[in-house]
């Protein structure tokens, strides 16, 4: 699986076993992605990344990657996991996944709905 930032300065290759595909409804997430946040995680050393990711660090605990150029919000780390989130909406190409929840459903906008039936957490 391969993606891209919107303006092509950061590419990666996720290599590893893809998990958990979700949208995140966080305010943090909304914030940067402007809506939700639909995302996978795999193992950190499986995401081969090229370019100038920079690093934001949005709370104690994780730190997100956005290309300094573009503004595209790629990847989100949890300090003390050894697995790395990677944006779905930048992947070249399908990915084959299907979502399966939607996260932090409690900090949701208010001007939409969840309908399409598949379980919500927080």
């Given amino acids: 699986m391969k993606g891209s930032c919107a303006c092509g300065q950061i590419t990666f290759a996720v290599t590893g076993a893809v998990q958990g595909p979700s949208v995140c409804h ?3 997430c909304r914030k940067m992605s402007g809506h939700a946040w639909s995302s996978a995680f795999a193992p950190t050393d499986a995401i ?5 990711v920079r690093w934001f660090e949005a709370t104690s605990t994780a730190k997100r990657g956005l290309c300094p150029t573009c503004g ?8 003390d996991e050894d697995t790395m989130s990677f944006a779905l909406g930048a992947i ?5 996944l299907r979502l399966e ?14 309908a399409d039936g598949l379980p919500q957490k927080g």
């Fill in 72 to 79: 595209s919000f790629l990847f989100w780390k949890a300090h």
């Fill in 26 to 28: 966080c305010t943090s």
């Fill in 48 to 52: 081969a990344i090229d370019g100038p």
């Fill in 92 to 96: 070249d190409g399908p990915t084959g």
């Fill in 101 to 114: 929840k939607h996260i932090f459903t409690g900090e949701k906008g208010d001007y939409y709905t969840l």
